[in-house]
């Protein structure tokens, strides 16, 4: 049974009366018949949409800020690399959101003013219209009430309160949307560092302890192939630099520098970028020829072993004879070495060429310095100091372009060998570097072995150097891995890192650093190469070799594994040897940086892993969806202010007063304990669901009249 309130019997006892209270001794309240602008919406809501508008613009001109600006600027640069990216856009966009929202509440106060004073609404709604102009939850409610009851006239007002409802409810998900394209992306760092440690001080305690006890790293499995720095000659030959060549019977890497950086951890090399201070640049050219053999002997019934005289009648660029060296037409080395060869079907593919290297020994040397040569090799552990001065006295073969014009400290010499058991020949090379013959050993009837020789001189030689290292990314450094379904270490990465690959391709290309050109000489060179930090930290490494054999089994797997493959790649047995050594160097450069002494400045750029914005997609959506919703608000404002002057937002007196009006002052009273529902099914059961109504001036107040709808 519905409900109906009885006008006639409900009276409020606390009400006054006329006795004690009537229009004659009423508070005569001012009225403001004509208020502008100001006075209609009121200053709260003047304050709420200007500092909104304020707000909404620097939060824009914020995020255009993070979005467009480059690396070249320090304020964007302290944002993204203090981590400040994704809270200051998260605080940007909650700014926004509270912004959009207050001015949609704002609107729907004005939209609500503006449907009673020149539209019409459904009676049952009326009240919480009215209300509307006072408060509200935001332009949903407006369209919660008035539901489907739009009539053409006030279609616009709906319009504009379903638009203003996208548009708020959208920049809800404004800080999602941006932080969609937030991602992280390798920025430029650059920084000073005060005091890096780049060599070993050649009068101090820790050169001095250590002399003489250089490891033997052919043992040794690399931790890693830290990335270097490299330059190649590519002018014409000259007495300060050697272009790469290759002519018949011998080929020639050019004058290549590789410079060490001072820098110990993985991660930190890995993302560096520049670096600009002091190095450790060693001069790795290598040449080999075809060699003349004579007096050659292979035996086999105590370890396969191979001796003889290379006489070579070619003369590379950059060839020093050293002051205790017999003239002779021609250059001349005995060799005696042990090797192995290749005796089974997949060793091609499994290690590369069938290599072995062993150092060669000038045969014009003076009998006694040749003696004293050979002791100091068999002592190398203790007296590895003195085989650089050694070199000096007893060898020809390059010398450096460190070295000043004219200089007599030539490096050493190897005999390449590429060695196969003859059934098991698969892959020889073809190049007129190499000599080729099959021999039989001495001291057995059945034993062959088809062999390869090439004569390789190097000018290794180091020295700590002012250098400028550049690259345009920083890829990580490659990594030998081993492949445990077939048993063969990868060596891809590491050989296209060390020079295997097209000669078109880059030295950044390879992931190394670009070492900008400069003079190598020394400034003033030393007494005793021995004896310095340069060759303590890297060539070392090269002359614990000694006599030695390396060939598989004698050397680490691994280093033999790259050895092998770098020759099979490029087939170009100076590239490997060149490959080769400056592994060596290198695993010695880095496991004695920590007893680095001297110290200088340097700077450093690397790249460093920061979230910033990575795509313009969700800035412009929301850019152009603020942009959208302030239009809204500029045009319900210009309505509102066209509209008349009965509405006052915010103004909750007035708002409860302008329900009140020949269409409810029969019955309003008595809704006072009743819900809206109620009140909604009492109005349909009297048929006056449909019934429209509006605020006008009734005889100089406003209150709430029939409207009629509008076709």
């Given at each position: 049974?519905?409900y109906k309130?009885?006008?006639?019997?409900?009276v409020?006892e606390?009400?006054?009366?006329?006795?004690?209270?009537s229009?004659?001794?009423?508070?005569?309240?001012p009225?403001?018949?004509?208020?502008?602008?100001i006075?209609?919406?009121?200053k709260?809501s003047?304050?709420i949409?200007?500092s909104?508008f304020v707000?909404?613009?620097?939060c824009?001109?914020?995020?255009?800020f993070?979005?467009?600006a480059?690396?070249?600027?320090?304020?964007?640069?302290k944002?993204v690399?203090?981590?400040w990216t994704?809270?200051?856009?998260?605080i940007?966009?909650?700014a926004?959101?509270?912004?959009?929202?207050?001015q949609?509440i704002t609107c729907?106060?004005?939209l609500?003013g503006?449907?009673?004073?020149s539209?019409?609404?459904?009676?049952p709604?009326?009240?919480?219209?009215?209300?509307?102009?006072?408060?509200?939850t935001?332009?949903w409610s407006l369209?919660?009430?008035?539901?489907m009851?739009w009539?053409s006239?006030?279609?616009?007002?709906g319009?504009?309160a379903?638009?203003?409802?996208?548009t708020?409810l959208?920049?809800?998900?404004?800080?999602?949307?941006?932080?969609?394209?937030v991602?992280?992306a390798?920025?430029?760092?650059?920084?000073?560092?005060p005091q890096?440690?780049?060599?070993?001080d050649?009068d101090g305690a820790t050169?001095?302890?250590?002399l003489g006890?250089?490891a033997?790293f052919?043992?040794?499995t690399?931790?890693g192939?830290?990335?270097f720095?490299?330059?190649?000659s590519?002018s014409t030959?000259s007495?300060?630099?050697f272009a790469?060549s290759?002519s018949?019977?011998?080929v020639d890497?050019?004058t290549v520098?590789?410079?060490?950086?001072?820098?110990?951890?993985?991660?930190?090399r890995?993302?560096?970028?520049d670096?600009?201070g002091y190095a450790?640049?060693?001069d790795?050219?290598?040449?080999?020829?075809?060699?003349?053999?004579?007096?050659v002997?292979?035996s086999?019934r105590s370890?396969?072993r191979l001796?003889?005289?290379i006489?070579n009648e070619q003369?590379?660029?950059g060839?020093a004879q050293s002051?205790y060296y017999?003239?002779?037409?021609?250059?001349?080395?005995?060799?005696?070495?042990?090797?192995g060869a290749a005796g089974?079907?997949?060793?091609?593919?499994r290690?590369?060429?069938?290599?072995t290297l062993?150092?060669?020994?000038?045969?014009h040397?003076t009998?006694?310095?040749r003696?004293?040569k050979?002791?100091?090799?068999?002592l190398?552990r203790c007296l590895?100091f003195?085989?650089?001065?050694?070199?000096a006295?007893?060898?020809a073969?390059?010398?450096s372009?460190?070295q000043?014009k004219?200089g007599?400290?030539?490096?050493?010499?190897?005999l390449?060998?590429?060695?196969t058991v003859?059934?098991?020949?698969?892959?020889?090379d073809?190049?007129?570097?190499?000599?080729s013959?099959?021999l039989?050993?001495?001291?057995t009837?059945t034993?062959?072995?088809?062999?390869?020789m090439?004569?390789c001189?190097?000018a290794f030689?180091?020295?700590?150097?002012?250098?400028?290292?550049?690259?345009p990314?920083?890829p990580p450094?490659?990594?030998?891995s081993?492949n445990?379904a077939t048993?063969?270490?990868?060596?891809?990465?590491v050989?296209r890192?060390l020079?295997a690959g097209?000669?078109?391709?880059?030295?950044?290309?390879?992931?190394?650093?670009?070492l900008?050109?400069?003079s190598?000489?020394?400034?003033?060179?030393?007494?005793?190469y021995?004896?310095?930090?340069g060759?303590?930290?890297t060539?070392e490494?090269t002359?614990?070799?000694g006599?030695g054999?390396?060939?598989?089994?004698?050397i680490?797997k691994?280093?033999?594994?790259?050895?092998?493959r770098?020759?099979?790649?490029?087939a170009d047995?100076?590239l490997t040897?060149?490959a080769?050594?400056s592994?060596?160097?290198?695993?010695?450069y880095y496991d004695?940086i920590?007893?680095?002494?001297t110290?200088?400045?340097?700077?450093q750029?690397?790249l460093?892993?920061?979230?910033?914005?990575?795509g313009w997609?969700a800035y412009?959506?929301?850019?152009?969806?603020v942009a959208f919703?302030?239009?809204?608000?500029l045009l319900?404002?210009f309505?509102?202010?066209?509209?008349?002057?009965?509405?006052r937002i915010?103004?909750?007196w007035?708002?409860?007063?302008q329900t009140?009006?020949?269409v409810?002052?029969?019955w309003?009273?008595?809704?006072?304990m009743?819900?809206d529902k109620?009140?909604?099914?009492?109005?349909?059961?009297?048929?006056?669901?449909?019934?429209?109504?509006?605020?006008?001036?009734?005889?100089g107040r406003?209150?709430?009249v029939r409207?009629?709808k509008l076709?």
């Open positions: 049974m519905s309130p009885n006008i006639h019997t409900r409020s606390n009400l006054p009366t006329d006795d004690n209270f229009h004659d001794n009423n508070l005569n309240l009225r403001n018949d004509r208020p502008g602008l006075s209609r919406l009121g709260t003047i304050a949409l200007l909104s707000v909404c613009f620097g824009l001109a914020f995020l255009t993070l979005w467009a480059d690396t070249n600027n320090t304020i964007w640069r944002i690399v203090s981590g994704t809270r200051a856009i998260t940007s966009a909650l926004l959101r509270w912004a959009t929202a207050t949609a729907t106060s004005m609500a503006v449907l009673l004073q539209y019409a609404v459904p009676l709604s009326a009240a919480a219209v009215s209300i509307m102009r006072f408060g509200n935001g332009p369209l919660g009430k008035m539901k009851k009539d006239g006030s279609f616009s007002i319009l504009l379903v638009l203003l409802t996208i708020t959208s920049l809800q998900f404004t800080s999602t949307a941006l932080l969609s394209q991602g992280l390798a920025l430029p760092i650059q920084v000073t560092v890096t440690f780049y060599s070993t050649p050169l001095k302890s250590y006890e250089g033997p052919i043992q040794t690399p931790k192939y830290p990335t720095a490299e330059w190649v590519k030959s007495e300060k630099e790469p290759s018949p019977g011998m890497t050019g520098m590789r410079a060490f950086l001072p820098i110990n951890d993985t991660n930190e890995s993302r560096l970028t670096y600009q450790t640049v060693v790795m050219r290598v040449v080999c020829m075809r060699p003349k053999l004579t007096n002997v292979f086999s370890g396969t001796t003889g005289v006489n003369k590379p660029l060839l002051i017999k003239e002779s037409s021609d250059f001349a080395w005995d060799f005696e070495c042990g090797f089974q079907t997949d060793y091609i593919e290690y590369g060429w069938p290599l062993c150092e060669t020994s000038p045969r040397s009998e006694g310095m003696w004293l050979n002791i100091a090799f068999k190398r590895s003195l085989i650089p001065l050694l070199h006295y007893l060898f073969g390059i010398a372009v460190m000043p004219g007599k400290n030539p490096g050493s010499s190897y390449l060998i590429n060695a003859p059934d098991y020949v698969t892959n020889m073809g190049s007129d570097v190499w000599e013959l099959t039989k050993a001495n001291d009837d034993d062959y072995r088809s062999l390869q090439t004569l001189m190097t030689e180091a020295q700590e150097m002012m250098v400028h290292a550049t690259r990314t920083a450094e490659p990594v030998l081993w445990t048993a063969i270490y990868d060596t891809a990465a050989l890192q020079g097209k000669s078109t391709v880059s030295v950044t290309e390879r992931g190394l650093f670009d900008a050109p400069r190598w000489e020394w400034p003033t060179p030393p007494q005793s021995g004896l310095t930090s060759y303590f930290s060539t490494a002359k614990s070799l006599l054999n390396i060939y598989l089994n004698q680490n691994a280093q033999y594994s790259v050895l092998g770098m020759a099979t790649a490029t047995p100076a040897l060149q080769f050594f592994t060596l160097m290198a695993m010695n004695k920590a007893l680095f002494d110290s200088a400045p340097s700077t750029t690397s460093e892993q920061v979230a910033q914005p990575l997609t412009i959506i929301v850019l152009s969806m919703h302030l239009l809204l608000v319900t404002t309505i509102f202010y066209r509209a008349g002057t009965f509405s915010g103004n909750a007035a708002v409860i007063s009140i009006g020949p409810t002052e029969n309003i009273m008595d809704t006072d009743i819900d109620a009140v909604e099914r009492w109005l349909k059961e009297g048929g006056l669901q449909d019934e429209l109504v509006g605020v006008e001036d009734v005889l406003v209150k709430l409207k009629e076709s």
